[in-house]
């Protein structure tokens, strides 16, 4: 059993208890957490309370997690692109509206499922909900992960991970005309201080974030078709920078991309289109590529160029 502890700050009086737990554990769904609250595994200042009790500030919430049986993840026959697979590293196309790794209270229908019917070898440094995941992209972006079958060779590619070194480059369509032709992001990136399902541009309780861009192409329409490359890995990186000086994600309903998206698809238009780094047994640096999806180049064929 895992046994969690938070701090709760002054600024948290007033939240009610299940959301303040649904804060500090984002993966966690809100079912999984009332049935943690229920079984009274929540304790403020070591007492059980409803998952109604307003915070009052200062307190310290501790959470008992179970383990999870080894059985928690069912093998599913879910189709895969699979780009490149060896006997320590599988790079995988994932679809857009695909859920990387299953979590508590939601373990069905993600790629970790669908590689678990694949091939039952990946590695378990993350444990039984994320095994072999060392990176993640959100279920509404699509292209290529990593993902390791073995032990050692997650912990070679997360060392690159922590360098920098890997090459992780994606398009996306952006609204408003971009006038600059390239440029580099440089914003922290921390959980947002009133909503847990997003993250935002803060400076208290935040980590580096670096995004470089490049103007690729721009639309009559009020649009522009960008390429970004990643210097660090931050949870909704792009999403957010992009926010952030003005140029939200085309269709993104989380980062104001369109309140109603005229294309007529679900989520971003955000594809990771290309992934290189150092095999983790032989060195050889490695780079795969992924054209963007087929609905994704449809609304490009549909707009019209600037010149």
């Known amino acids: 059993m895992e046994i969690k502890e938070y701090h709760v700050s002054e600024e948290k009086a007033g939240v009610r208890l299940d959301a303040y737990c649904a804060e500090q554990e984002p993966d966690f769904s809100r079912g999984y957490i009332k049935n943690l609250l229920n079984e009274g595994a929540v304790k403020v ?11 009052k500030g200062k307190e310290i919430i501790t959470m008992e997690i179970p383990e999870p049986a080894e059985s928690t993840i069912e093998p599913e026959n879910i189709p895969l692109e699979i780009i490149y697979e060896d006997e320590d590293v599988i790079v995988v196309n994932k679809p857009k509206g695909m859920v990387v790794h299953p979590a508590p209270g939601s373990p069905s229908g993600t ?14 440094i993350n444990g039984v909900y994320r095994p072999g995941i060392i990176h993640r992209i959100d279920k509404d972006t699509s292209g290529l992960l990593m993902v390791a079958k073995n032990n050692a060779a997650h912990q070679n590619l997360t060392e690159q991970l922590k360098a920098h070194t890997i090459t992780r480059q994606y398009k996306a369509l952006v609204k408003g005309i971009m006038e ?6 440089d914003m922290p ?25 490049e103007t690729l192409k721009r639309y009559a329409e009020g649009y522009t078709l960008m390429q970004f490359r990643l210097e660090t890995g931050r949870t909704h990186q792009i999403r957010v920078h992009m926010q952030a000086i003005g140029y939200p994600i085309a269709g993104d309903p989380l980062y104001k991309g369109d309140k109603k998206n005229p294309f007529k698809t679900e989520g971003q238009c955000l594809h990771a289109e290309l992934l290189g780094f150092k095999h983790p047994r032989t060195g050889e640096y490695m780079e795969f590529s992924a054209p963007l999806p087929e609905a994704f180049q449809a609304i490009l064929d549909g707009l019209k160029e600037i010149e």
């Open 45 to 55: 200042d070591g007492g059980q309370k409803k998952a109604s009790y307003k915070l």
């Open 111 to 124: 790629l970790v499922n669908a590689l678990m019917h694949h091939t039952g070898a990946l590695s378990n």
């Open 180 to 185: 600059n032709n390239r440029g580099t992001i």
């Open 189 to 213: 990136i921390g959980r947002h201080p009133k909503d847990r399902v997003r993250m935002a541009v803060v400076k208290e309780n935040s980590k580096e974030a670096v995004t470089h861009f």
